[in-house]
Structure formats: C-alpha cells, structure tokens
C-alpha cells in the first residue's frame, strides 16, 4: 500500500489517478505544460472539443501530475525534468503531432473576453475615441469616473481621445470593468499557453515554441552562411565550398600568372592588351612633348 511523506495511506482513488495520468503520459509521444491562469471553463470545454481529434487536456492536481513525470521517467527519459516546470494552475495536454503546431494551434485558438473587476489587468487596456452610440445622461459621470474624456455632438456622447484607463499589473475596480463591458471593449486575451513541452527526450520551453517558421528560417539562413563563409576561410572543402574555392583559386591563379607576366594561353592575350596599351600610353606622352611623334598615335 502507498503511504504519504507521514507515513500515512494513501488514499485509493488518487492511486488511481496518478495511474490514469501515468498511462496517458507513456501513450502519447509529446507531453505539453498549459498555463491555466484565467482560462474559464466554457473556454476550455471549446478547445478539448476543437482538438478532441488530435490532443487531450488532462486537469488534475500538481503533486499528482509531477509524481506521474517522475515515475516515467524509465520510459521516458528526461520526463522528470518536467515535473520541475509544475507551478501555478497548470493542465497536461497530450499528443502525437509536432509541439511546434500545438502550439500555433494553441496561439490561434485563443479568444478575448471582458475584463473582470477586481482583478490585475495583464495588459494595457486602451479606449478609442469616437462615438459610444450612448445618448447623454448618467453615463456620462461614469465614464468621467474611469478617467475618460468625453463630449456630446448629435444627440450622442463621444469619447475625445485615445485614453489608457489601465497599464500592466494595475487594478481593475468594478466601475471600469462595468464601463469597458458596457462600450463592448473585450480587452483580455484568454487561451492556453503551451509553457513547455517534452518530445522524445526533449524539453522545449516557451521561448522556442513560440518562434514563427519565419524566424527560424531566418536563422538557419543566417547560420548556413556563417557556416559556409567559415569553411571557406578554413579552406574545408564541401559539396557547398568546393566550387567557390575552385573558382577563387583559379581568379588568384590568373591574377598571379599575369602580374609575373607568365606566358600561358590563358594569360597571353591579356598579357598583349596591356603591352598594347601600355604602349600607347608611352606614345601619347611623346607626342605631347614632341608633336613630330604625333604621327604615331595617328597612324595607331
């Protein structure tokens, strides 16, 4: 029988639990971490029925889902490491497909909902100017409270300018909230975040699955031609190098053999246009000294 840390029994259904999360762990080939912070439950049942296809979202508790990681780790090598990443309100979202795709999935999936009061916007929450649609009367002073300019033209009251009524990390009192859902402002973007995720012996954080195809693109070409402007000066010779070292030896090789006047067919014509016109060059100075010489740069 299990017992806990104080030496007590543990109960039989969470035996059960963990060994439910343990099978779902060893089935799928990527284990991924979700942030839960202010995901509501009508969002989460829309997006375990938008990937019910292709992943599953398993909630459970923390010291359950972190004893699972740990337990696999035989089978899956580095899993415990992820048990290091189980803080906060997290859920386990399991799949076979790319986590990189999760987790454009994941990003495309989310939703924006109005700000709830008294709670800490996560973000700046900005209110346009133009027309509320509001005839004028009470709402006025309401909107005067949250800080909000305002004027009444053509039988309607209109905010005057762009005015940021709460910054990141500040408070979010009951008028305000009442205020931005009564102008429709949906200012708070709810969805999961794929904070992590385990694939084959890798674990991939946020930073890295965040990235656009673009971006990586971007480096891998950046990182082929350091690569290849390396083995060039390295003179290590490539499929990718061997023909721009070729061609850089044969153009050194040229230069080389004309500068030593070296008489070989590739290097005679050359080596006559330079004799040539070295020659005029010589016979144009003459003939300006010597205008009798003239007659030689004519006849050229």
Same mark, same amino acid.
């Given at each position: 029988?299990?017992?806990?840390?104080?030496?007590?029994?543990?109960?039989? !259904?969470?035996?059960?639990?963990?060994?439910?999360?343990?099978?779902?762990?060893?089935? !799928?080939?990527?284990?991924?971490?979700?942030?839960?912070?202010?995901?509501?439950?009508?969002?989460?049942?829309?997006?375990?029925?938008?990937?019910?296809?292709?992943?599953?979202?398993?909630?459970?508790?923390?010291?359950?889902?972190?004893?699972?990681?740990?337990?696999?780790?035989?089978?899956?090598?580095?899993?415990?490491?992820?048990?290091?990443?189980?803080?906060?309100?997290?859920?386990?979202?399991?799949?076979?497909?790319?986590?990189?795709?999760?987790?454009? &999935?994941?990003?495309?999936?989310?939703?924006?909902?109005?700000?709830?009061?008294?709670?800490?916007?996560?973000?700046?929450?900005?209110?346009?100017?133009?027309?509320?649609?509001?005839?004028?009367?009470?709402?006025?002073?309401?909107?005067?409270?949250?800080?909000?300019?305002?004027?009444?033209?053509?039988?309607?009251?209109?905010?005057?300018?762009?005015?940021?009524?709460?910054?990141?990390?500040?408070?979010?009192?009951?008028?305000?909230?009442?205020?931005?859902?009564?102008?429709? &402002?949906?200012?708070?973007?709810?969805?999961?975040?794929?904070?992590?995720?385990?694939?084959?012996?890798?674990?991939?954080?946020?930073?890295?699955?965040?990235?656009?195809?673009?971006?990586?693109?971007?480096?891998?070409?950046?990182?082929?031609?350091?690569?290849?402007?390396?083995?060039?000066?390295?003179?290590?010779?490539?499929?990718?190098?061997?023909?721009?070292?070729?061609?850089?030896?044969?153009?050194?090789?040229?230069?080389?053999?004309?500068?030593?006047?070296?008489? &070989?067919?590739?290097?005679?014509?050359?080596?006559?246009?330079?004799?040539?016109?070295?020659?005029?060059?010589?016979?144009?100075?003459?003939?300006?000294?010597?205008?009798?010489?003239?007659?030689?740069?004519?006849?050229?």
């Amino acid at each position: 029988m299990a017992v806990t840390a104080r030496g007590r029994p543990v109960p039989e !259904y969470k035996v059960e639990r963990k060994e439910r999360i343990k099978e779902l762990l060893e089935k !799928y080939q990527v284990i991924g971490l979700t942030s839960m912070e202010g995901m509501g439950a009508r969002q989460l049942q829309g997006l375990r029925k938008k990937l019910k296809d292709t992943a599953i979202i398993k909630v459970d508790k923390n010291t359950l889902i972190a004893r699972s990681l740990v337990e696999i780790k035989e089978k899956k090598k580095n899993a415990d490491k992820l048990a290091e990443y189980v803080k906060g309100p997290v859920a386990l979202i399991l799949t076979n497909m790319s986590p990189f795709k999760l987790s454009r &999935i994941l990003d495309k999936s989310k939703t924006r909902t109005a700000a709830k009061p008294d709670t800490v916007s996560p973000v700046e929450i900005v209110v346009p100017a133009g027309n509320t649609g509001f005839p004028p009367g009470p709402i006025i002073s309401e909107l005067g409270e949250v800080g909000l300019p305002t004027r009444v033209e053509s039988g309607t009251i209109w905010i005057t300018k762009d005015t940021v009524v709460a910054k990141p990390g500040d408070f979010i009192p009951k008028k305000l909230a009442l205020v931005l859902k009564r102008l429709g &402002i949906e200012p708070i973007e709810v969805g999961l975040d794929l904070r992590v995720a385990y694939d084959d012996g890798l674990i991939l954080t946020s930073d890295i699955l965040s990235k656009k195809p673009e971006e990586y693109l971007k480096e891998i070409k950046e990182a082929h031609t350091q690569a290849l402007n390396l083995a060039l000066h390295a003179s290590i010779a490539t499929p990718e190098t061997v023909i721009i070292m070729l061609r850089k030896a044969y153009m050194e090789a040229s230069n080389l053999a004309m500068n030593a006047e070296l008489v &070989i067919p590739e290097t005679l014509p050359n080596i006559i246009r330079k004799a040539e016109s070295q020659a005029l060059s010589i016979a144009m100075r003459l003939s300006a000294k010597d205008p009798s010489l003239s007659v030689l740069t004519e006849k050229r």
